[in-house]
Antibody, heavy 120, light 107 residues
Framework: QVQLQESGPGLVKPSQTLSLTCTVS??????????WSWIRQPPGKGLEWIGY???????YYNPSLKSRATISVDTSRNQFSLKLSSVTAADTAVFFC????????????WGQGTLVTVSS | EIVMTQSPATLPVSPGERATLSCRAS??????LAWYQQRPGRAPRLLIY???TGATGVPARFSGSGSGTEFTLTISSLQSEDFAIYHC?????????FGGGTKVEIK
């Protein structure tokens, strides 16, 4: 049974870079049947898709983030990571990692989510 | 970017009753639509993809319909665990986008 787990600091200072890692267990991140996404949810608000990475390293990002997001993959550790630069209070959110099925693009497995607060 | 609009924002329903949730896309997305359930403090859970295909393990009381720009999620007989927020998502084009959510609450 595939599981995803986010990890990283829960508090980041304004203007700094937010860094999170998602560890995949119970399955291989190198499967060509899936791609791997980051999604965030500000407190009390809706979901915003940040971007995805395929195990080959190909990526796509939400243009709304204005090139602040970088997603990378480490197949040897079965992990993928998110870096979000120049954060402000508006970036405070619960961050989820998720697996999307290449055959239909819906996210069928999610991590539990991790709250990241941007504050000095 | 495709804008997804869900209605109503809040839906009061009595246990055992039927709930009907709507999702509209700003342009045609064919059947590239998913529905997710999110309970408080939890991650979203995939219910429906392809507008009408149930995800693994999802109870039969959840059904989806629609294509193009108009979609519906129906819960035939609400159980206590179904009171939650429901999100629709289009995956027809990038960036993937979500609706604002519908909160199904106890009437």
């Amino acid at each position: 049974q595939v599981q995803l787990q986010e990890s990283g600091p829960g508090l980041v200072k304004p203007s700094q870079t937010l860094s999170l890692t998602c560890t995949v267990s119970g399955g291989s991140i190198s499967s060509g049947d899936y791609y791997w996404s980051w999604i965030r949810q500000p407190p009390g608000k809706g979901l915003e898709w940040i971007g995805y990475i395929f195990y080959t390293g190909s990526t796509y990002y939400n243009p709304s983030l204005k090139s602040r997001a970088t997603i990378s993959v480490d197949t040897s550790r079965n992990q993928f990571s998110l870096k979000l630069s120049s954060v402000t209070a508006a970036d405070t959110a619960v961050f989820f990692c998720a697996r999307a099925n290449s055959s239909h693009d819906a996210s069928d497995i999610w991590g539990q989510g991790t709250l990241v607060t941007v504050s000095s | 970017e495709i804008v997804m609009t869900q209605s109503p924002a809040t839906l009061p329903v009595s246990p055992g009753e039927r709930a009907t949730l709507s999702c509209r896309a700003s342009q045609s997305i064919r059947d590239s639509l998913a529905w997710y359930q999110q309970r408080p403090g939890r991650a979203p859970r995939l219910l429906i993809y392809g507008a009408s295909t149930g995800a693994t393990g999802v109870p039969a009381r959840f059904s989806g319909s629609g294509s193009g720009t108009e979609f519906t999620l129906t819960i035939s007989s609400l159980q206590s665990e179904d009171f939650a927020i429901y999100h629709c998502q289009q995956y027809y084009s990038w960036p993937l986008t979500f609706g604002g959510g519908t909160k199904v609450e106890i009437k």
